[in-house]
């Protein structure tokens, strides 16, 4: 039982951290209906500020955490104002090339300045004389496990209050709804555009720090990491992000059950799956949840008319 409960508690923080990304994928997929596969990348250019500042720099790690979720939602913001506010009207598919160059071009210019050795993240347990973790009737909390637990709890409240309070908010709904009769209703749709990469941005910067300090270090394959929220996405549908957060939790926990229980059963069958096969789980869910619901598990089904 202390091993289910251990791998169910690492298999929904990881799936939380999945989640900061793919509500940005979510986001950005209700505004523009375009699929931006620069997320990942926006995740791991927030991770390599903080640790630039806070480990490079030698600034207060606060200062520096902060600091990076700023200017990684302004450079989301910048990104679509300067390269994907020129494709408005352009065919959807051009625009989602498009977003994976972007994703090339951060993803390439991270790794020359990571380099072949991780890179640490700068870690505030550490200034607090703490030893990362606790442990309660067998059970290991990491304090960074239990942060991106509450990181993505507290977005989807502000979210929720955004979307339903703030006239920004409305603005965004709108605009997910019907571009153009926002446009009517004196709605500055680019400035919601705008709002929306730089919010994503901003989740994304929170999802690579918890990949980065609260699972592994910073590398050149902490890209792999945030990518895996995409299945997340497809799984819950595109368009929706209860959908996004279900299918995180979905991802998160299948990669922490059989990671805790592959090898005991291979051990009892004599069957070897391979020692990476955690992380090919998640996308065999996604295949076949897919062919049960091809638009994902609460994803908006589409009606074409002849």
Do not use: C, H
């Not at 059950?257 to 996604?286: C, D, H, K, R």
């Amino acid at each position: 039982m202390t091993v289910f409960l251990q791998a169910s508690f690492e298999g929904l923080a990881l799936g939380a951290v999945y989640s900061l990304v793919a509500i940005g994928f979510v986001l950005i997929y209700k505004a523009m209906d375009v699929l931006s596969f620069a997320q990942p990348a926006l995740a791991v250019v927030g991770a390599g500020i903080i640790s630039g500042l806070a480990v490079d720099r030698g600034i207060n790690f606060w200062i520096a955490f902060i600091a990076a979720l700023i200017a990684t939602g302004l450079l989301g913001a910048l990104l679509e104002r300067t390269f994907l506010r020129p494709m408005v009207g352009e065919p959807v598919f051009s625009v989602a090339i498009l977003t994976i160059g972007l994703d090339i071009i951060l993803r390439t210019v991270l790794d020359n300045w990571i380099g072949v050795n991780p890179r640490f993240m700068g870690d505030p347990i550490v200034t607090w004389g703490q030893t990362g973790s606790i442990t309660f009737s067998g059970l290991v909390f990491k304090f960074q496990e239990l942060g991106a637990l509450m990181t993505a709890v507290l977005s989807v409240i502000f979210l929720g209050y955004f979307f339903k309070a703030s006239k920004y908010g409305l603005a965004m709904k709108a605009t997910s709804f019907d571009q153009e009769a926002s446009l009517a209703q004196g709605i500055n749709v680019g400035r919601v555009f705008g709002l929306v990469w730089f919010i994503g941005g901003i989740l994304a910067a929170f999802a690579g720090f918890f990949i980065t300090g609260g699972f592994n270090l910073l590398s050149q394959a902490s890209f792999i990491s945030a990518l895996r929220a995409l299945p997340a996405v497809v799984i819950g549908g595109l368009d929706s992000i209860p959908g996004a957060i279900v299918g995180s939790l979905i991802i998160g926990m299948t990669q922490g059950y059989v990671a805790y229980y592959q090898f005991p059963l291979e051990n009892l069958t004599g069957i070897s799956l391979g020692s990476g096969f955690s992380l090919l789980a998640p996308y065999l869910i996604m295949f076949v949840i897919l062919i049960i619901k091809p638009d994902g598990l609460f994803g908006t089904e589409e009606v074409e008319r002849v």
